[in-house]
């Protein structure tokens, strides 16, 4: 069965830096889409980032643009979300999800690990 499994996250202070993974097993990334979402308390599920492992695109929140990077490691299996310059506000659970193409939508994925919690401080 697909299974994916997030790593990498911490307390951070304001402007500090961590890098997240996404595991997958159960199926390869040359056919399959993989975001990252966030959920904060209180707040409804967002996307951060996707990459489409087909044709390499990868897409960004404007909220991130420029601080985070996404990239895969084909040969692992495995997703990283590199982010920088981390903010109080993007404290949250973060997941990775996988689908067959990059969706905002976090309704239309079919496979998502456990998450990850990301602290930052002020």
Avoid: H
């Avoid at 087909?54 to 084909?74: E, H, L, P, Q």
């Amino acid at each position: 069965e697909v299974q994916l499994v997030e790593s990498g996250g911490g307390l951070v202070q304001a402007g500090g830096s961590l890098r997240l993974s996404c595991a997958a097993s159960g199926f390869t990334f040359d056919d399959y889409a993989i975001g990252w979402f966030r959920q904060a308390p209180g707040k409804e599920r967002e996307g951060v980032s996707c990459i489409s492992s087909s044709d390499g695109r990868s897409y960004y929140a404007d909220s991130v643009k420029g601080r985070f990077t996404i990239s895969s490691d084909n040969a692992k299996n495995t997703v990283y979300l590199q982010m920088n310059s981390l903010k109080p506000k993007e404290t949250a659970v973060y997941y990775c999800a996988e689908d067959l193409l990059c969706s905002w939508s976090w309704i239309e994925y079919n496979y998502w690990g456990q998450g990850t919690q990301v602290t930052v401080s002020s």
